[in-house]
């Protein structure tokens, strides 16, 4: 085992194991396809996860929801749910929240990612703190979220993924990562046409649908929102042009078989989109608007189809 930080050696990690399995908060860390790699006890008894069968976060979240233990999920569309939490999982280097179980105990939980995508949770139990100004923050924390997220589709809006854009720049240039990071605009294809034909309606179901599929196939530190009308930025940190082309590539298969929406009608779309690797040292509206191009290019090269 190699030392995991200044002063630590293998006594003392060995030690840090032994305390994480034997304190009452709740340890756990997930990879970067978001499946639970490692809990302690504490985490295990609280989410009812086994890290042996490697669950993925949202099945966790899933089968808590549906039986009714775990943290407390309010929603009747937990699959809707789902698609507005995992847009912004992993999307900040930290991040930190309360959660009600449903045991009645509420836990302080911290998120942090590592660059490579890893994700450390760790919460301990703060039900008898602050009781009286709980309702507040959450009051507060909830409208911070409404105002990062695209009220139709859930996930991040314009203002969450330049924010979030800008402090991952930031990052980059301050600690610049080895590897290649692809920054993809992504534009629906027709989508006036869908509008006139099927109604604003079924465009609207159209949009969730995209980014429903989208959101379950991303990274845990990919950042992904709606940016306009029919446009959306994808940002894939550690991902090379050519990684990122395969990954889009497959999503266009997947997005292009017909959708059964609502109302039972089956319609089939695509996507143009341009890509640009990103430095640090790049600005962002330089970046948005070089990816912005290669749209273009994709739209006049007959759409369905990556460039850059």
């Known amino acids: 085992m190699h030392s995991i930080g200044a002063g630590f050696d293998d006594t003392h990690c060995s030690s840090l194991f032994h305390l994480f399995a034997h304190t009452p908060d709740l340890v756990a860390m997930f990879d970067t396809a978001d499946c639970l790699l490692a809990a302690n006890p504490a985490y295990c008894l609280a989410f009812h996860a086994d ?96 105002s990062w997220t695209d009220p139709l589709t859930g996930v991040p809006n314009r203002r969450y993924v330049m924010d979030r854009l800008e402090e991952w720049m930031a990052m980059q240039r301050i600690q610049p990562e080895f590897g ?26 159209v949009l969730v649908a995209f980014c429903e599929k989208v959101v379950s196939r991303l990274r845990s530190f990919d950042l992904f929102g709606r940016i306009g009308g029919e446009e959306f930025l994808l940002l894939m940190p550690n991902c090379t042009l050519s990684a990122s082309r395969d990954r ?50 994709a739209k006049t090269d007959g759409r369905a189809c990556v460039r850059g």
């Open 180 to 205: 290649t990071h692809t920054l993809a605009v992504i534009d629906l294809d027709d989508f006036k046409q869908i509008n006139d034909r099927y109604g604003h309606d079924q465009g609207d179901n």
């Open 248 to 297: 889009l590539n497959l999503l266009q298969k997947v997005i292009r078989q017909p959708e059964e929406l609502s109302d039972g009608t089956a319609i089939g779309f695509s996507f143009s989109a341009g890509m640009v690797a990103v430095r640090g040292d790049m600005g962002i509206h330089d970046v948005i608007r070089s990816a912005d191009k290669l749209v273009y290019v």
């Open 51 to 146: 890290p042996s069968r490697r669950p993925v976060w949202r099945d966790i979240m899933r089968a808590n929801h549906a039986n009714k233990r775990g943290p407390v999920i309010e929603t009747d569309n937990i699959e809707s749910w789902l698609t507005i939490a995992d847009a912004r999982r992993g999307t900040v280097p930290y991040r930190a929240f309360e959660a009600q179980l449903h045991t009645g105990n509420w836990i302080w939980i911290t998120e942090t990612v590592s660059p490579a995508g890893l994700i450390l949770f760790y919460a301990s139990d703060i039900t008898a703190l602050r009781r009286d100004s709980r309702d507040l923050r959450l009051e507060r924390d909830a409208a911070r979220r409404a």
